[in-house]
């Protein structure tokens, strides 16, 4: 066991709440803030395949996630007309008896991670952030917005792309880009053929149905928007109508119910990746803040869940905090690079309307690796 007993999380996301869950698990006290006021998050759903289920399993929540879940087995690919390409089957990676796959509501998602790390003993601070901090041989003094002061042994930069940790930790290195890409997303009550993760792919566009309840599923789906413009909100609707004009099949069918422009959640896709340990002295990034990457694969959230539970266990691994710091690193920089290179990599085949572009191949690959052991 390394000398860590208390540690600050900066960001209540997934990836903060799922490294406070963690760390608790082992016995480390955990202060967690967050910088909203009003804990919410945006709603609609995101695709958790097999590699995090497993993870959930080892934070020891998978019973109370999977109901707060929609579960399913295969990812069926589609043509832009809805013509079946391929079904990869799932992979069991949590056990026989649990599914392969979950598509569940951000909302819920929250909810279950929030409510489990306050359980556990995490004490939580809204409406706050880290003003300073210092780092010297005695430990980590923290300054916070509020004006207190605490000391830790460790502090985890989980505040996602746009990461104040990361600027106190590497100034302007590492600044979030525009990929020229954003996403279109909005719910329906499910469809009865939607009980799988269904991806309409092709030259022209890329779009998907996800499961997330019996009653509910949302559609995404990406767009080449080189100006990186700002949509009214009052032509939202009609524009994700527009942008999914080439595709057919289920989303064609559907395409005429996008009609409420405060249900279209719009993004525009920005990436940025720490190219060198994501840790000075007694800091660390984790999630997004060291490697956000574009949703082409669904692993941005995988990731950071792993890098939680990564952590969790090499801070009760022995050694020093360096040691443990840098062994975490040896487990997480190349499988976080790979998601992130391959992510942007599908993105610009897909701007570059590239025929060649095997996304088949690259999907089973993504789940041949996510599948292995951390
Ligand atoms: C359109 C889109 C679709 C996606 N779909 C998927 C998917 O299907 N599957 C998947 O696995 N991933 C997906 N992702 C990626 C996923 O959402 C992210 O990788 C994931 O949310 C990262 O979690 P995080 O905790 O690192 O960061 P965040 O979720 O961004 O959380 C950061 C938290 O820190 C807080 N914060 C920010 N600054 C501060 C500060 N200074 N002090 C304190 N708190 C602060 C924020 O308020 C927030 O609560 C998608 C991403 C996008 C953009």
Same mark, same amino acid.
Not at 45 to 60: F, K, P, T
Not at 115 to 139: F, K, P
Not at 243 to 272: A, C, H
């Given at each position: 066991?390394?000398?860590?007993?208390?540690?600050?999380?900066?960001?209540?996301?997934?990836?903060? $709440?799922? *490294?406070?869950?963690?760390?608790?698990?082992?016995?480390?006290? @955990?202060?967690?803030?967050?910088?909203?006021?009003?804990?919410?998050?945006?709603? @609609?759903?995101?695709?958790?395949?097999?590699?995090? #289920? %497993?993870?959930?399993? %080892?934070?020891? @929540? $998978?019973?109370?996630?999977?109901?707060?879940?929609?579960?399913?087995?295969?990812?069926?690919?589609?043509?832009?007309?809805?013509?079946?390409? #391929?079904?990869?089957?799932?992979?069991?990676?949590?056990?026989?008896?649990? +599914?392969?796959?979950?598509?569940?509501?951000?909302? =819920?998602?929250?909810? #279950?991670?929030?409510?489990?790390?306050?359980?556990?003993?995490?004490?939580?601070?809204?409406?706050?952030?880290?003003?300073?901090?210092?780092?010297?041989?005695?430990?980590?003094?923290?300054?916070?917005?509020?004006?207190?002061?605490?000391?830790?042994? &460790?502090? @985890?930069? =989980?505040?996602?792309?746009?990461?104040?940790?990361?600027?106190? &930790?590497?100034?302007?290195?590492?600044?979030?880009?525009?990929?020229?890409?954003?996403? /279109? %997303?909005?719910?329906?009550?499910?469809?009865?053929?939607?009980?799988?993760?269904?991806?309409?792919?092709?030259?022209?566009?890329?779009?998907?149905? #996800?499961?997330? =309840?019996?009653?509910?599923?949302?559609?995404?789906?990406?767009?080449?928007?080189?100006?990186?413009?700002?949509?009214?909100?009052?032509?939202?609707?009609?524009?994700?109508?527009?942008?999914?004009?080439?595709?057919?099949?289920?989303?064609?069918? $559907?395409?005429?119910?996008? !009609?409420?422009?405060?249900?279209?959640?719009?993004?525009?896709?920005?990436?940025?990746?720490?190219?060198?340990? /994501?840790?000075?002295?007694?800091?660390?990034?984790?999630?997004?803040?060291?490697?956000?990457?574009?949703?082409?694969?669904?692993?941005?959230?995988?990731? *950071?869940?792993?890098? *939680?539970?990564?952590? =969790?266990?090499?801070?009760?691994?022995?050694?020093?905090?360096?040691?443990?710091?840098? %062994?975490?690193? !040896?487990?997480?920089?190349?499988?976080?690079?790979?998601?992130?290179?391959?992510?942007?990599?599908?993105?610009?085949?897909?701007?570059?309307?590239?025929?060649?572009?095997?996304?088949?191949?690259? !999907?089973?690959?993504?789940?041949?690796?996510?599948?292995? +052991?951390?």
């Amino acid at each position: 066991m390394s000398d860590i007993k208390k540690v600050l999380v900066v960001g209540g996301g997934i990836g903060g $709440l799922c *490294a406070a869950v963690a760390l608790r698990r082992c016995g480390i006290a @955990v202060d967690l803030v967050e910088i909203k006021s009003e804990w919410t998050v945006y709603g @609609v759903g995101i695709i958790q395949q097999s590699n995090v #289920v %497993r993870e959930m399993a %080892r934070l020891g @929540v $998978l019973d109370r996630y999977l109901d707060a879940a929609y579960a399913f087995e295969d990812v069926g690919i589609y043509d832009l007309q809805g013509n079946p390409l #391929v079904r990869i089957p799932g992979q069991r990676l949590a056990g026989p008896q649990y +599914p392969a796959n979950v598509g569940i509501s951000r909302l =819920a998602l929250h909810q #279950v991670l929030s409510e489990t790390a306050i359980e556990a003993g995490t004490a939580v601070r809204l409406g706050t952030t880290v003003d300073s901090y210092r780092d010297d041989a005695t430990g980590l003094s923290v300054t916070f917005s509020d004006g207190s002061v605490g000391q830790y042994d &460790l502090m @985890v930069g =989980a505040d996602g792309v746009y990461s104040k940790i990361r600027s106190m &930790l590497f100034g302007e290195t590492y600044i979030p880009r525009f990929t020229g890409q954003a996403v /279109w %997303r909005y719910n329906f009550p499910r469809h009865p053929s939607i009980d799988h993760l269904a991806s309409f792919t092709g030259p022209g566009g890329n779009a998907g149905l #996800v499961p997330l =309840a019996d009653n509910l599923m949302y559609m995404f789906s990406t767009s080449h928007e080189p100006e990186n413009p700002r949509f009214a909100h009052d032509v939202l609707a009609q524009t994700m109508r527009d942008r999914i004009g080439q595709v057919g099949g289920l989303v064609g069918e $559907l395409r005429e119910q996008i !009609t409420d422009n405060s249900l279209v959640v719009y993004k525009p896709m920005e990436v940025v990746f720490v190219n060198e340990p /994501w840790f000075k002295g007694r800091v660390l990034l984790v999630g997004d803040a060291a490697h956000a990457t574009t949703p082409h694969l669904g692993q941005g959230a995988g990731m *950071a869940i792993e890098d *939680a539970l990564v952590l =969790a266990e090499e801070l009760v691994g022995g050694g020093s905090i360096q040691e443990c710091l840098q %062994r975490f690193m !040896t487990r997480r920089f190349e499988r976080c690079k790979y998601i992130s290179e391959n992510s942007i990599m599908a993105g610009e085949r897909e701007m570059a309307r590239d025929p060649d572009f095997d996304r088949i191949g690259l !999907t089973k690959a993504m789940l041949k690796l996510t599948a292995e +052991p951390i």
